[in-house]
């Protein structure tokens, strides 16, 4: 069982709010990674780092940023929600090497209302 | 462009069938190939993974294959059972930059009925 934490679970907020969605590993890994996932479809990568102090955007066009200040941490946050921001957020590490699984959070399902 | 395809769709089997599910992919240069499987509400967890050299990697009652000529992997679950039920997804990885570049299918829902 991987040790990769995201919180909250289920979130429902208004239109305009800040969301910070929060992520954590206790396993060490340095590649981090956002993905965000809609019924029936296929995962995106939104953001990725490679370590500490490294970020880089995704495939798919995002409104949010990320933060990677320490290994074990990776938040993403919404300066200004939308509905259209509404959908499953899925956290996810791995080892440095490309061969190595990645490990995901149980998600966060947002409803932006 | 890159891709991955799955298929079916959808899967419905009874408890101790066996099943396949099938996945064709266009990514170059390839890297590696994994399952992953997805339970509903959680996040997907690793099944396999297979290098261009590898034809058969088994977890269990989960045997996945590789044709990296034809660029095609299987996913073959023996004696299924209930909690077998999820979604299957297939991942391939490109060697074409650091990240090694994941892309993903839209996987398979597999429900096993008793």
């Known amino acids: 069982e991987a040790d990769i934490y995201q919180t909250p679970r289920y979130l429902v907020i208004g239109t305009g709010k800040k969301i910070t969605l929060e992520c954590s590993q206790t396993?060490?890994?340095?590649?981090m990674y956002w993905y965000q996932q809609d019924p029936g479809m296929e995962l995106h990568l939104i953001h990725y780092s490679y370590g500490v102090n490294s970020t880089e955007k995704g495939d798919l066009s995002s409104e949010s940023t990320v933060s990677r200040i320490r290994t074990e941490h990776f938040p993403l946050t919404l300066e200004s929600a939308r509905p259209s921001h509404t959908s499953q957020y899925l956290c996810a590490s791995s080892r440095g090497e490309s061969n190595q699984p990645q490990h995901f959070g149980d998600g966060t399902r947002l409803s932006i209302l | 462009k890159n891709q991955v395809e799955q298929s079916p769709q959808s899967l419905i089997i009874l408890e101790g069938k066996n099943c396949t599910l099938q996945?064709?992919?266009?990514?170059?240069?390839?890297?590696?190939l994994r399952w992953y499987k997805q339970d509903t509400g959680r996040g997907p967890v690793s099944l396999t993974i297979?290098?261009?050299?590898?034809n058969t990697k088994s977890n269990g009652r989960y045997t996945a294959t590789l044709d990296a000529d034809t660029k095609q992997s299987s996913l073959h679950i023996t004696a299924s059972q209930l909690s077998d039920s999820a979604s299957y997804i297939c991942?391939?990885?490109?060697?074409?930059?650091?990240?090694?570049?994941?892309?993903f299918g839209r996987g398979t829902q597999l429900t096993v009925w008793p």
């Open positions: 996945c064709n992919y266009t990514v170059s240069p390839f890297s590696n």
């Open positions: 991942v391939v990885s490109d060697r074409g930059s650091t990240l090694g570049r994941l892309y």
């Open positions: 396993m060490g890994h340095d590649k």
């Open positions: 297979m290098t261009f050299s590898e």
